[in-house]
Protein backbone atom coordinates (compact mmCIF):
# COMPACT_ATOMS: atom_id res chain seq x y z
CA UNK A 1 0.00 0.00 0.00
CA UNK A 2 0.87 3.67 -0.42
CA UNK A 3 -1.00 5.04 2.21
CA UNK A 4 0.89 8.05 2.46
CA UNK A 5 1.39 9.02 -1.23
CA UNK A 6 2.33 12.63 -1.72
CA UNK A 7 1.69 13.77 1.53
CA UNK A 8 5.24 14.62 4.23
CA UNK A 9 5.84 13.58 7.43
CA UNK A 10 7.68 14.88 9.95
CA UNK A 11 8.79 12.47 12.63
CA UNK A 12 11.24 14.02 15.80
CA UNK A 13 13.59 11.88 17.31
CA UNK A 14 13.46 10.51 13.86
CA UNK A 15 16.93 8.22 14.00
CA UNK A 16 16.44 6.54 16.91
CA UNK A 17 14.82 3.45 18.36
CA UNK A 18 11.30 4.20 17.58
CA UNK A 19 11.79 7.06 15.04
CA UNK A 20 13.50 5.28 12.49
CA UNK A 21 11.49 2.91 12.63
CA UNK A 22 8.61 5.27 11.86
CA UNK A 23 10.39 7.20 9.59
CA UNK A 24 11.31 3.71 7.53
CA UNK A 25 7.74 3.14 8.01
CA UNK A 26 6.16 5.97 6.41
CA UNK A 27 8.45 6.07 3.64
CA UNK A 28 7.24 2.76 2.57
CA UNK A 29 3.88 4.14 2.41
CA UNK A 30 4.95 6.22 -0.33
CA UNK A 31 5.05 9.64 2.03
CA UNK A 32 8.11 12.45 1.97
CA UNK A 33 9.66 12.39 5.49
CA UNK A 34 11.63 14.98 7.27
CA UNK A 35 13.87 12.87 9.99
CA UNK A 36 14.21 15.45 13.08
CA UNK A 37 17.12 14.95 14.73
CA UNK A 38 19.98 16.66 16.77
CA UNK A 39 21.96 13.54 16.37
CA UNK A 40 22.97 14.94 12.70
CA UNK A 41 24.92 12.07 11.67
CA UNK A 42 23.02 9.88 12.66
CA UNK A 43 19.70 11.25 11.02
CA UNK A 44 22.29 12.24 7.80
CA UNK A 45 22.79 8.54 7.18
CA UNK A 46 19.09 7.49 8.12
CA UNK A 47 18.19 10.23 5.31
CA UNK A 48 20.90 8.81 2.98
CA UNK A 49 19.32 5.24 3.30
CA UNK A 50 16.39 6.25 2.07
CA UNK A 51 16.69 8.56 -0.48
CA UNK A 52 15.62 11.61 -2.23
CA UNK A 53 12.16 11.48 -0.19
CA UNK A 54 13.79 11.73 2.68
CA UNK A 55 15.81 14.40 4.09
CA UNK A 56 17.23 15.74 7.75
CA UNK A 57 16.20 18.30 9.03
CA UNK A 58 18.34 19.49 12.05
CA UNK A 59 15.59 19.88 15.02
CA UNK A 60 16.36 21.21 18.51
CA UNK A 61 12.33 20.19 19.77
CA UNK A 62 12.80 22.71 22.83
CA UNK A 63 13.69 25.65 20.53
CA UNK A 64 11.11 27.75 18.56
CA UNK A 65 13.51 29.14 16.11
CA UNK A 66 14.27 25.12 15.39
CA UNK A 67 11.14 24.26 14.76
CA UNK A 68 10.20 27.17 12.31
CA UNK A 69 12.78 26.02 10.15
CA UNK A 70 11.91 22.63 10.02
CA UNK A 71 8.47 23.35 8.56
CA UNK A 72 9.90 26.09 6.66
CA UNK A 73 12.05 22.68 5.07
CA UNK A 74 8.95 20.64 4.96
CA UNK A 75 6.87 22.94 3.19
CA UNK A 76 9.55 24.37 0.83
CA UNK A 77 11.32 20.89 0.34
CA UNK A 78 8.14 18.87 -0.13
CA UNK A 79 5.20 21.66 -0.37
CA UNK A 80 3.83 21.04 2.56
CA UNK A 81 3.87 19.12 5.68
CA UNK A 82 0.40 16.66 6.52
CA UNK A 83 1.78 14.83 9.59
CA UNK A 84 3.69 15.54 12.40
CA UNK A 85 5.10 12.93 14.90
CA UNK A 86 6.10 14.34 18.30
CA UNK A 87 8.58 11.35 19.16
CA UNK A 88 11.31 12.71 20.66
CA UNK A 89 11.72 12.50 23.59
CA UNK A 90 14.26 11.74 27.04
CA UNK A 91 14.68 9.75 30.34
CA UNK A 92 16.22 10.67 34.09
CA UNK A 93 18.13 8.85 36.10
CA UNK A 94 16.00 7.20 38.81
CA UNK A 95 15.49 8.82 41.58
CA UNK A 96 13.36 9.47 44.58
CA UNK A 97 11.82 13.60 44.32
CA UNK A 98 13.25 14.63 47.24
CA UNK A 99 17.15 13.69 45.14
CA UNK A 100 15.75 15.52 41.87
CA UNK A 101 17.27 17.99 40.88
CA UNK A 102 15.70 20.99 39.37
CA UNK A 103 18.05 21.14 36.00
CA UNK A 104 16.95 17.26 35.74
CA UNK A 105 13.65 18.18 36.30
CA UNK A 106 13.65 21.07 33.78
CA UNK A 107 15.26 19.03 31.16
CA UNK A 108 12.85 16.63 31.28
CA UNK A 109 10.11 18.74 30.60
CA UNK A 110 11.77 20.75 28.04
CA UNK A 111 12.21 17.71 25.82
CA UNK A 112 9.37 15.83 26.65
CA UNK A 113 6.52 18.02 26.87
CA UNK A 114 7.39 21.84 25.71
CA UNK A 115 8.82 20.34 22.76
CA UNK A 116 5.52 18.46 22.02
CA UNK A 117 3.71 21.86 22.61
CA UNK A 118 5.88 24.40 20.45
CA UNK A 119 5.93 21.03 17.56
CA UNK A 120 1.87 21.64 17.79
CA UNK A 121 2.38 25.65 17.70
CA UNK A 122 5.02 25.38 14.31
CA UNK A 123 3.41 22.37 12.66
CA UNK A 124 -0.69 23.46 13.06
CA UNK A 125 -0.61 26.89 10.21
CA UNK A 126 1.32 24.42 8.04
CA UNK A 127 -1.37 21.39 8.36
CA UNK A 128 -3.53 23.91 7.91
CA UNK A 129 -2.08 25.40 4.52
CA UNK A 130 -2.14 21.88 3.49
CA UNK A 131 -5.75 20.98 4.09
CA UNK A 132 -5.82 19.31 7.83
CA UNK A 133 -3.58 16.67 8.67
CA UNK A 134 -2.80 14.51 11.81
CA UNK A 135 -0.25 15.03 15.13
CA UNK A 136 0.61 12.32 17.15
CA UNK A 137 2.23 12.70 20.14
CA UNK A 138 4.59 9.65 21.20
CA UNK A 139 3.53 9.27 25.33
CA UNK A 140 4.41 6.66 27.42
CA UNK A 141 2.19 4.27 30.07
CA UNK A 142 4.22 5.80 32.81
CA UNK A 143 1.79 8.56 31.97
CA UNK A 144 -1.40 6.85 32.93
CA UNK A 145 0.08 6.04 36.41
CA UNK A 146 2.53 6.63 38.96
CA UNK A 147 6.51 5.13 38.66
CA UNK A 148 8.96 5.33 41.22
CA UNK A 149 12.15 7.20 41.08
CA UNK A 150 10.81 8.35 37.64
CA UNK A 151 8.80 11.94 38.66
CA UNK A 152 10.66 14.32 36.00
CA UNK A 153 9.35 11.64 32.97
CA UNK A 154 6.16 10.56 34.60
CA UNK A 155 4.38 14.29 34.96
CA UNK A 156 5.89 15.17 31.63
CA UNK A 157 3.86 11.81 30.02
CA UNK A 158 0.96 12.63 32.03
CA UNK A 159 1.18 16.93 30.79
CA UNK A 160 1.34 15.49 26.67
CA UNK A 161 -1.96 13.68 27.32
CA UNK A 162 -3.35 17.22 28.45
CA UNK A 163 -1.86 19.01 25.71
CA UNK A 164 -3.59 16.27 23.10
CA UNK A 165 -6.98 16.78 24.06
CA UNK A 166 -6.41 20.66 24.17
CA UNK A 167 -5.22 20.67 20.69
CA UNK A 168 -7.66 18.25 19.37
CA UNK A 169 -10.18 20.46 20.85
CA UNK A 170 -8.31 23.40 18.81
CA UNK A 171 -7.71 22.26 15.71
CA UNK A 172 -10.12 19.71 15.14
CA UNK A 173 -12.79 22.08 13.28
CA UNK A 174 -9.00 22.82 10.61
CA UNK A 175 -8.79 18.89 9.35
CA UNK A 176 -6.31 18.39 12.03
CA UNK A 177 -6.73 15.61 14.55
CA UNK A 178 -4.42 14.99 17.54
CA UNK A 179 -3.98 11.71 19.07
CA UNK A 180 -1.45 9.81 21.73
CA UNK A 181 -0.01 6.45 21.79
CA UNK A 182 1.36 5.14 24.71
CA UNK A 183 3.85 2.65 24.28
CA UNK A 184 4.93 0.18 26.62
CA UNK A 185 8.37 -1.34 27.52
CA UNK A 186 9.46 -1.07 23.90
CA UNK A 187 12.81 -3.13 22.96
CA UNK A 188 15.08 0.15 21.98
CA UNK A 189 18.66 1.60 23.37
CA UNK A 190 16.15 4.01 24.94
CA UNK A 191 14.92 0.56 27.58
CA UNK A 192 18.65 -1.34 26.74
CA UNK A 193 20.99 1.50 27.82
CA UNK A 194 20.98 3.28 31.05
CA UNK A 195 19.82 6.69 30.61
CA UNK A 196 22.59 9.80 31.02
CA UNK A 197 23.26 9.91 35.07
CA UNK A 198 22.00 6.48 35.30
CA UNK A 199 24.05 3.05 36.13
CA UNK A 200 21.24 0.52 34.65
CA UNK A 201 18.84 0.35 32.02
CA UNK A 202 15.55 -0.11 32.38
CA UNK A 203 15.55 -3.54 30.71
CA UNK A 204 18.18 -4.69 33.98
CA UNK A 205 15.29 -4.72 36.40
CA UNK A 206 12.26 -5.12 34.00
CA UNK A 207 10.78 -9.08 32.43
CA UNK A 208 7.73 -8.91 30.98
CA UNK A 209 7.11 -12.74 31.81
CA UNK A 210 4.62 -11.90 34.80
CA UNK A 211 2.33 -10.04 32.21
CA UNK A 212 -0.40 -11.24 29.15
CA UNK A 213 1.72 -11.08 26.45
CA UNK A 214 5.11 -12.07 28.19
CA UNK A 215 7.70 -10.26 25.60
CA UNK A 216 9.25 -6.73 24.97
CA UNK A 217 7.47 -4.89 22.70
CA UNK A 218 9.15 -4.14 19.38
CA UNK A 219 8.85 -0.18 17.43
CA UNK A 220 6.90 -1.89 14.59
CA UNK A 221 4.61 -2.81 16.76
CA UNK A 222 3.81 0.91 17.67
CA UNK A 223 5.14 2.24 14.10
CA UNK A 224 1.54 0.19 12.68
CA UNK A 225 -0.47 1.82 14.83
CA UNK A 226 1.09 5.05 14.20
CA UNK A 227 0.38 4.59 10.49
CA UNK A 228 -3.11 3.81 11.26
CA UNK A 229 -3.85 6.88 13.57
CA UNK A 230 -2.03 9.20 10.81
CA UNK A 231 -3.90 7.72 7.50
CA UNK A 232 -7.57 8.66 6.21
CA UNK A 233 -8.76 4.88 7.91
CA UNK A 234 -9.04 7.19 11.39
CA UNK A 235 -10.71 10.07 9.95
CA UNK A 236 -13.53 10.01 12.72
CA UNK A 237 -10.78 9.31 15.66
CA UNK A 238 -8.99 12.71 17.79
CA UNK A 239 -8.09 13.31 21.08
CA UNK A 240 -7.89 9.49 21.70
CA UNK A 241 -5.46 7.77 23.43
CA UNK A 242 -4.35 4.71 22.40
CA UNK A 243 -2.12 1.96 25.09
CA UNK A 244 0.09 -0.59 23.24
CA UNK A 245 1.74 -2.32 25.75
CA UNK A 246 1.35 -6.42 25.79
CA UNK A 247 -1.09 -6.14 28.69
CA UNK A 248 1.11 -4.31 31.25
CA UNK A 249 -1.49 -2.07 32.48
CA UNK A 250 -4.00 -4.84 33.11
CA UNK A 251 -1.24 -6.32 35.77
CA UNK A 252 -0.03 -10.03 35.83
CA UNK A 253 -1.30 -12.69 34.21
CA UNK A 254 -2.41 -16.13 35.97
CA UNK A 255 0.66 -18.34 36.06
CA UNK A 256 -1.28 -21.50 36.44
CA UNK A 257 -4.94 -23.10 36.48
CA UNK A 258 -7.13 -21.74 40.06
CA UNK A 259 -7.51 -24.76 42.38
Known sequence: MNRFSNQTVLVTGGAGGQGASHVRAFHAEGANVLIGERAADRGAALADELGPRARLTE???????????AIRTAEETFGGLNVLVNNAGIQNPPALIEHTDQATWSRILDVNLTGAFLGTKAAAPALRRAGGGSIVNIASTMG????AHYAPYVASK?????????AALELGRDGVR???I??????T?????????????IADFYSPEPFAIPR?????DVTELLLFLSSPAASFITGAEYVIDGGLQL???LQSEPA
Do not use: K
Not at 59 to 69: F, G
Open 178 to 180: VNT
Open 189 to 201: PFIHEPAAGASAA
Open 182 to 187: HPGVIA
Open 251 to 253: GPA
Open 216 to 220: LGEPA
Open 158 to 166: WAVRGLTRT
Open 144 to 147: LGGT
Open 59 to 69: LDVTDEESWAA
